[in-house]
């Protein structure tokens, strides 16, 4: 796929993504947390985890599996983030996903990955810089600007904290990942 047929997809998607949410703007609870749009955020993160680690499974090269497990962790550790289990109802779900153990299990998942990384360092980062240059790695950064600009949102350091916007670029990022 060309750069140019990626971003014309891209400015699609982002585009009737916006004007979706837009469209229930009003609707009650659409920001709320666990509601519509963090479970949007949560179906997002979660294909885009499977999808890595499907992809690392099929890889071939040492290198690529390196990088496309990384990319995995990277969505997994965003839905891990992202995702309230403390109001499920499952009284295990938040010592598993929340606080030190959350930490621990997360942090020594980064370890492995990071492990293998520098035990491949020189052609995994080969491999990172080949596949930077491709369309399918567009998505993937333009997505960070959208937690940037959540980001930013949330911790008040652009306009006023507003719900709603935060999870509105949140929702465009993870539809990105």
């Given at each position: 796929?060309?750069?140019?047929?990626?971003?014309?997809?891209?400015?699609?998607?982002?585009?009737?993504?916006?004007?979706?949410?837009?469209?229930?703007?009003?609707?009650?609870?659409?920001?709320?947390?666990?509601?519509?749009?963090?479970?949007?955020?949560?179906?997002?993160?979660?294909?885009?985890?499977?999808?890595?680690?499907?992809?690392?499974?099929?890889?071939?090269?040492?290198?690529?599996?390196?990088?496309?497990?990384?990319?995995?962790?990277?969505?997994?550790?965003?839905?891990?983030?992202?995702?309230?289990?403390?109001?499920?109802?499952?009284?295990?779900?938040?010592?598993?996903?929340?606080g030190?153990?959350?930490?621990?299990?997360?942090?020594?998942?980064?370890?492995?990955?990071?492990?293998?990384?520098?035990?491949?360092?020189?052609?995994?980062?080969?491999e990172f810089?080949?596949?930077?240059?491709?369309?399918?790695?567009?998505?993937?950064?333009?997505?960070?600007?959208?937690?940037?600009?959540?980001?930013?949102?949330?911790?008040?350091?652009?306009?006023?904290?507003?719900?709603?916007?935060?999870?509105?670029?949140?929702?465009?990022?993870?539809?990105?990942?």
């Amino acid at each position: 796929m060309k750069k140019t047929t990626c971003g014309v997809l891209i400015v699609l998607a982002i585009g009737i993504n916006t004007a979706i949410w837009l469209r229930l703007k009003n609707h009650p609870g659409i920001s709320a947390e666990n509601g519509p749009m963090e479970n949007f955020q949560a179906a997002c993160l979660a294909t885009s985890f499977l999808l890595w680690l499907i992809a690392s499974f099929a890889s071939k090269n040492r290198a690529e599996k390196i990088l496309l497990v990384g990319l995995a962790l990277f969505s997994l550790s965003f839905l891990v983030l992202e995702v309230d289990t403390r109001k499920l109802g499952i009284p295990i779900l938040p010592k598993i996903f929340h606080g030190p153990v959350r930490n621990t299990w997360l942090g020594a998942l980064w370890l492995v990955v990071g492990w293998f990384f520098l035990k491949n360092a020189r052609p995994t980062w080969s491999e990172f810089l080949c596949w930077i240059k491709t369309p399918s790695s567009i998505p993937m950064i333009l997505s960070g600007f959208f937690w940037i600009a959540s980001g930013l949102n949330d911790k008040k350091l652009v306009g006023r904290k507003d719900l709603y916007f935060e999870e509105l670029m949140e929702v465009n990022s993870t539809l990105l990942m």
